[in-house]
């Protein structure tokens, strides 16, 4: 089997592909759930401090309790957890109730493993390809988090810096020394633009999640790539946040978060960054 990985693009993509799809049925449940579980959490600390018993409440995490409809709490069986097909299946209505299902749940899902496959495709069979996909998969739960509660949770993003420092020991995809500085100087960038904007406004512009996301990324890629990665972050956002203002009357003291727009900086980075990186270098080459 491993054999035919190593020698085979073609197998390693769609055993990439399939295991996406299924992880990315998992993330779903990670993007619902993780940030009750950080509210919970937070409730009981500050019971805690204040010195209250904790409140009694059911368990609750990213095994229990079983998923179900949330409309009329009907457990979803193994038949209606199919990535994509499930949902094609019910014809995106629950069984139980006939209420609409998200969309979400299969874009999540085709995202997961569309993406997984191409990585095993672009990388091949090693620790790039390997850990290229645990890459995306962070990177697709972090933004629909941050969608929807504005939130980056330190359960995600801490690990993906150290994990990023990690493979660079060997250099999988920068050497140690570029990646030590990328993490530093990837925090501490949106950490100047956090306080020159707050100390100019009395406003906060962006989330602490947003530094220690920007440091994972220069983990993984090094300093050099972050120009790009802030970039076109940047330019994506831009677009984004004007054209929600302008066709959807989102208010412009709404925040929007920045944390889906990192996400996509990152993955371009991923695959095509030290080409687009080279091909600018040679624009600028006399």
Not at 38 to 50: F, G, I, K, P, T
Not at 155 to 183: H, K, M, Q, R
Not at 191 to 200: E, H, I, N, P
Request: net charge positive; aromatic share 12%; charged share 10%.
């Amino acid at each position: 089997m491993l054999l035919l990985l190593q020698t085979s693009p073609f197998a390693f993509a769609v055993l990439a592909g399939v295991l996406g799809l299924l992880v990315g049925s998992f993330l779903n449940v990670v993007i619902h759930r993780l940030p009750k579980m950080m509210e919970r959490n937070w409730h009981a600390q500050c019971a805690e401090l204040n010195g209250q018993p904790p409140a009694s409440a059911p368990r609750y995490d990213l095994l229990v309790p079983r998923s179900a409809c949330p409309h009329c709490g009907h457990a979803i069986s193994a038949p209606e957890n199919i990535p994509v097909l499930s949902y094609l299946f019910l014809k995106g209505k629950c069984k139980g109730c006939g209420a609409a299902i998200s969309p979400r749940y299969p874009i999540v899902e085709a995202s997961s493993g569309i993406l997984s496959a191409y990585a095993a495709w672009h990388f091949g069979f090693g620790a790039a390809g390997i850990f290229a996909i645990v890459f995306i998969w962070a990177l697709i739960a972090l933004t629909f988090i941050d969608f929807d509660t504005q939130l980056l949770p330190d359960d995600i993003t801490l690990p993906l810096l150290w994990l990023g420092l990690l493979l660079n020991l060997n250099g999988v995809f920068t050497s140690l020394p570029n990646a030590v500085i990328g993490a530093v100087v990837g925090y501490l960038s949106l950490w100047s633009v956090y306080w020159a904007f707050k100390l100019t406004t009395g406003k906060e512009g962006m989330g602490f999640g947003d530094f220690k996301l920007l440091a994972a990324l220069g983990a993984w890629f090094g300093w050099t790539m972050l120009p790009l990665v802030i970039l076109l972050s940047s330019l994506v956002g831009a677009v984004i946040g004007i054209a929600l203002i302008v066709f959807t009357k989102h208010g412009r003291n709404i925040p929007i978060p920045f944390g889906p727009y990192l996400a996509g900086g990152g993955l371009i980075a991923l695959f095509w960054g030290q080409t687009l990186t080279q091909n600018y270098l040679q624009l600028l080459a006399p």
